[in-house]
C-alpha cells in the first residue's frame, strides 16, 4: 500500500494545477469579454454574499464552486443602454427629488411591500400561487454583508420576469429626460408609489453598483445590474441561490455610505419610515450570549490556590472528575429580529380596537414613555373625492415649548402616510397651528403625489384632508366636553355618576388649563371654524364659584332682556374680583367673564358675538343697564362739575366727564372708548420689546372720567365747584381724584412723581402738618465723618497697592 501513496500524490498534485491553470484562464476570458460591454463590478465578485442567511457554510462554498466555473454565462448577458442621457437624469433625482439620503431604504422597502401585496391578491383566487415553506411567507427580510459594503433586501412577492426587469427598472429613462421634467413642472399625477421607478433609483444616492435577483413563478430567475452610467445588464442567473419567488436588491455601498451598514442606524430607519408597513420587516441582527465552555487546562492551575491543604486538593480532585471546569465567555450569535412589531391599527374598524390598545398606540407614535393616557382620540375613516384613515391622540400634557415658537415652527405633530409608509410631519396643510398640539396620524391610499414621496406639494386633495380633520378634531374636543360630568349643566345628571364618569370627570377642565391657549389662538386665527371653536372656550365668572363655564352655560343663566355678554380683562380673577367697573353689575345680579390671560385682549377683538349676543367690556364706554327716570336729572345737577373738570383735564387729554352707571362704592374711574385699547391692552403693548410708540398713540383709546354722583366725595367736590371754581385747593384734589382714578382703572401714570407729591400732600394735610413745612438738613458733622471715612479707604487702598508692588519686585 505505501509504494502506491508517493506516485498517487504526485498525479493528484498535478491535476489540481492543471484544474487551476484553466479556471484562470477561464477567468480571464470571462472579464475580458465583459469589460467590452460594462464596467460595472461582476456579480460573481460578491459570490460569498448569502440571500437568506439561512443556508449552511457548505451550501454557500458549493454555489460559489458552480459559479466561477460558469462565469463565462455573465459574458452573455444582453446589454441595454438608457434612452435619456443618465448624467441629466441623476442630477434630477440626486439633487432635485431627494434631499435626505435615508429615504432610500424606504422606498426599497415600499417597493418590496407593494409586491408582497401584488402576490397576496393574486392568492386570493389561486391558493397555490405562494407555493410552500419559506415561499409562503409573505414577509422583508434586510442583511448586511460589512466586509463587502453590501445592503441586501429581500421580499418574497410577486417578483420579475425579465422583461418586467427591462419595463420597470427603465421606466424613468424609457420617457426621456425632457419628457419627465415637463410633466413634474406640470405637476401631473405621477404616481409612481409601489411602482420600480424614481424610488428605486434614489438607491443611487447610497450605492455605486446595484444588483436586482428577481424570480416570477412564470420566468426563470435573472439578474439585473447597473452601475447608473447609461447601460445596464440583464442575465439568467445560475449562480446565485434560488430564490423561490421574490426579489432580492443588492446595493454595494459607496465609502461615504458606510453609516448604513450600522445595524442601530437600520432599525432606525426602519422605525421611523416603514414602522406601520403590512408586512414584517427582519433585521439579521448581531447578539451578545454568554456561552459556557470547557475551561483550558493551564487557565485552571493557575486559579488554584497553593495554599490549601492536600485534604482540601483530594477534595476538589474528585469534584472537578464528576464536573468538568466551564467559564462564561461573550458569544456574538445573529438571528432574525422584528423591526415592525406595532400593527397599524388605524386600518381596522374602531369598533375591534380595545381601549388599552388605542393607548398603546399612542405611546408608540408620540414617543410618550410615561404611564398617562391621552385625553382623547378619534379614529375615523374619510371617504369622498379623497379617501383616508387617521387616528387623533389628545395627549396628556403640553410640550412646555409648545407657544415658544408657535409661528416659527415647521414641525407638525401629525404624520402623514401613504399606504402606511411614512412620508413627513412637516406639513402645515393638515392641520393649522392652533392644534399642532394634537398627535396622530393621516394615512391615504388615493393621495396623489408628484414625481416622489419627498416632494409632496401643495395639491386640492390636501385642503379636504385638513377641512376634515380639522372638522374631527373639533369634534374629539367637544366630546371631552360632553362626557365630562362636571362640564353637564343638569343637577340629576350630577347625582348619577357613574365609575365611567369618574374616570372623565375634571378631564375637560385638565384640557383646558393644558390647552386652553390654542383654542383662544384657533378664534383669532380660523374664521370659518370660529363660532365652533367658541363653544370651547371657559372662563371664570362672578358667578362660576371657582370652576370653569362656557358660553352657553352664561347664556343660559342671563337676566331677562340682558342682550350682551359682559366681561372684563386683567391681569388676575382677585384683582378683578375687586375692579370698581364691575360694582353695579354684581349688586344687579349681572354675570361678569373673568379673562385674565394676555391672548384674550386679542381674542376680543375677533369674537365680536356669539349666539346673537354682543360681547361688552365693562371697562370701555357703551355700557347699558338700563334707563333710570333720575337720569336726566342727575345729568343736569352735575353739569357744573362735569364741565369744570372735563376743562381742567385737558392738558391730561380726557375726552370728557360723565355720570356713570357702573359705580357703586367708588367715587369716579376712567373708562376707554369702546374701538380703542383698554387699559390691559395699553400695559401688554408698552411691554412689549420692540412695541412702536407712534402706533400706541395711534390705539390708545380716548379716555372718559365717569363721576359716581351718588359717592360723597363728588358731592362735596360738586358744591365747592360751585361756590368757587377758581379754588386752587379744589383744583388740586380734583387732579388727585383723577390720578387715582386713572391708577384704579389699570392705567399706568405718564407722571407717578407728580401722583406721589400729591398724596403726600395730601397726607400733610391729614396730619395738620403746614404745607410750608420742609424737611431737615442734614448735620455737617455727619459728612465730615464721611469724609474720613472717604480718607481711611483711600489709605487702605494705598496700602494694598504698595503690598502688591512689593511681591512683583520679589
Not at 391657549?517 to 362660576?544: M, P, V
Request: glycine letters at 4%; aromatic letters at 8%; a negative charge.
Amino acid at each position: 500500500m505505501r509504494k502506491w501513496t508517493l506516485p498517487s500524490a504526485l498525479l493528484l498534485l498535478s491535476l489540481l494545477l492543471l484544474f487551476a491553470d484553466q479556471g484562470r484562464k477561464l477567468h480571464a476570458n470571462a472579464e475580458a469579454d465583459s469589460e467590452e460591454l460594462v464596467d460595472p463590478p461582476k456579480v460573481e465578485d460578491k459570490i460569498g454574499a448569502v440571500p437568506s442567511g439561512l443556508s449552511t457554510d457548505s451550501d454557500v462554498a458549493k454555489r460559489e464552486a458552480e459559479s466561477i466555473s460558469k462565469r463565462s454565462l455573465r459574458s452573455s448577458a444582453e446589454k441595454f443602454e438608457f434612452q435619456a442621457e443618465v448624467s441629466r437624469l441623476m442630477d434630477i433625482i440626486i439633487n432635485s427629488l431627494y434631499s435626505n439620503k435615508d429615504i432610500f431604504l424606504r422606498e426599497l422597502i415600499s417597493n418590496a411591500s407593494d409586491a408582497l401585496d401584488k402576490i397576496r391578491f393574486l392568492s386570493l383566487t389561486d391558493k397555490e400561487i405562494l407555493g410552500e415553506g419559506d415561499n409562503a411567507k409573505l414577509e422583508i427580510q434586510i442583511k448586511l454583508d460589512k466586509e463587502n459594503k453590501i445592503l441586501s433586501i429581500r421580499d418574497r412577492g410577486i417578483g420579475m420576469t425579465k422583461e418586467d426587469l427591462i419595463k420597470n427598472l427603465g421606466t424613468i429613462a424609457k420617457s426621456g429626460t425632457s419628457a419627465f421634467v415637463e410633466k413634474m413642472q406640470k405637476s401631473g399625477d405621477l404616481n409612481l408609489i409601489g411602482q420600480f421607478g424614481v424610488g428605486f433609483y434614489s438607491v443611487y444616492l447610497v450605492a455605486d453598483y446595484v444588483e436586482v435577483i428577481s424570480k416570477h413563478n412564470d420566468d426563470k430567475q435573472y439578474v439585473w445590474e447597473s452601475k447608473a452610467d447609461g447601460a445596464f445588464a440583464i442575465s439568467e442567473d445560475t449562480w446565485n441561490e434560488p430564490l423561490g419567488r421574490g426579489t432580492e436588491i443588492r446595493i454595494h455601498l459607496r465609502d461615504e455610505a458606510g453609516e448604513y451598514l450600522e445595524e442601530f442606524k437600520l432599525k432606525e430607519l426602519v422605525k421611523r419610515y416603514s414602522e406601520f408597513i403590512n408586512f414584517p420587516i427582519s433585521l439579521w441582527a448581531s447578539k451578545e450570549v454568554d456561552v459556557e465552555v470547557p475551561a483550558d487546562e493551564d487557565e485552571s492551575s493557575e486559579e488554584d490556590d497553593s495554599s490549601k491543604t492536600s485534604s482540601e486538593e483530594e477534595s476538589e480532585d474528585e469534584d472537578a472528575e464528576k464536573k468538568p471546569k466551564t467559564k462564561t465567555v461573550k458569544e456574538t450569535t445573529y438571528e432574525w429580529e422584528l423591526l415592525n412589531d406595532v400593527k397599524a391599527i388605524w386600518l381596522r374598524s374602531p369598533k375591534d380596537v380595545t381601549e388599552e390598545e388605542y393607548n398603546k398606540f399612542y405611546h408608540t407614535l408620540a414617543k410618550d414613555f410615561s404611564e398617562e393616557k391621552p385625553l382623547s382620540w378619534s379614529h375615523f375613516t374619510a371617504e369622498g373625492d379623497v379617501e383616508f384613515k387617521a387616528v387623533l391622540f389628545v395627549p396628556p400634557k403640553a410640550p412646555h415649548d409648545l407657544y415658544e415658537s408657535y409661528y416659527n415652527s415647521n414641525k407638525s405633530n401629525l404624520k402623514l402616510y401613504v399606504r402606511r409608509v411614512f412620508i413627513s410631519d412637516e406639513f402645515d396643510e393638515l392641520l393649522p397651528k392652533y392644534l399642532n398640539f394634537l398627535k396622530g396620524l393621516v394615512d391615504s391610499d388615493s393621495l396623489p403625489l408628484n414625481v416622489s414621496r419627498e416632494m409632496l406639494q401643495q395639491h386640492s386633495s390636501l385642503k379636504t384632508i385638513k377641512k376634515k380633520l380639522i372638522r374631527k378634531a373639533l369634534d374629539m374636543i367637544r366630546r371631552i366636553a360632553d362626557e365630562d360630568p362636571d362640564e353637564s349643566t343638569n343637577k340629576d345628571k350630577k347625582d348619577e355618576v357613574s365609575s365611567d364618569d369618574d374616570e372623565k370627570k375634571g378631564k375637560y377642565a385638565t384640557f383646558w388649563k393644558e390647552f386652553g391657549k390654542s383654542i383662544k389662538l384657533g378664534i383669532i386665527e380660523d374664521a370659518t371654524n370660529r363660532n365652533r371653536l367658541a363653544k370651547l372656550l371657559r372662563f371664570e365668572t362672578t358667578k362660576s364659584e371657582g370652576k370653569f363655564t362656557s358660553l352657553d352655560q352664561y347664556i343660559s343663566r342671563m337676566k331677562s332682556g340682558q342682550k350682551d355678554i359682559f366681561y372684563i380683562t386683567g391681569t388676575s380673577k382677585e384683582q378683578l374680583e375687586k375692579s370698581p367697573f364691575i360694582e353695579q353689575l354684581k349688586k344687579k345680579n349681572y354675570e361678569v367673564i373673568f379673562f385674565t390671560d394676555p391672548v384674550d385682549e386679542y381674542l376680543m377683538q375677533y369674537l365680536m358675538d356669539y349666539e346673537d349676543k354682543k360681547f361688552q367690556n365693562v371697562s370701555k364706554e357703551g355700557l347699558k343697564l338700563g334707563k333710570s327716570a333720575k337720569d336726566k336729572e342727575l345729568k343736569e345737577s352735575f353739569k357744573d362739575l362735569t364741565k369744570w373738570w372735563k376743562k381742567s383735564l385737558v392738558r391730561d387729554n380726557v375726552d370728557d366727564v360723565k355720570i356713570s352707571n357702573r359705580l357703586e362704592n367708588t367715587p369716579c374711574v376712567v373708562v376707554t372708548s369702546k374701538f380703542g385699547w383698554s387699559a390691559n391692552m395699553e400695559r401688554i403693548m408698552q411691554s412689549q420689546t420692540l412695541s412702536d410708540p407712534v402706533k400706541q398713540a395711534y390705539m390708545r383709546g380716548k379716555r372718559v372720567l365717569e363721576i359716581n354722583p351718588r359717592h360723597p366725595i363728588i358731592k362735596e367736590l360738586r358744591e365747592r365747584v360751585v361756590n368757587n371754581p377758581e379754588d386752587e385747593s379744589v383744583k388740586q384734589t380734583a387732579q388727585l381724584m383723577y390720578q387715582t382714578a386713572l391708577f384704579e382703572s389699570g392705567f399706568v401714570l405718564d407722571d407717578p412723581k407728580d401722583f406721589a407729591s400729591r398724596i403726600y400732600d395730601s397726607v400733610k394735610s391729614s396730619l395738620d402738618i403746614s404745607p410750608e413745612a420742609t424737611v431737615e438738613e442734614e448735620d455737617e458733622t455727619e459728612e465730615v465723618e464721611s469724609e474720613s471715612d472717604a480718607k481711611e479707604a483711600a489709605s487702605t487702598s494705598n496700602a494694598a497697592n504698595d503690598n502688591a508692588d512689593a511681591k512683583d519686585e520679589l
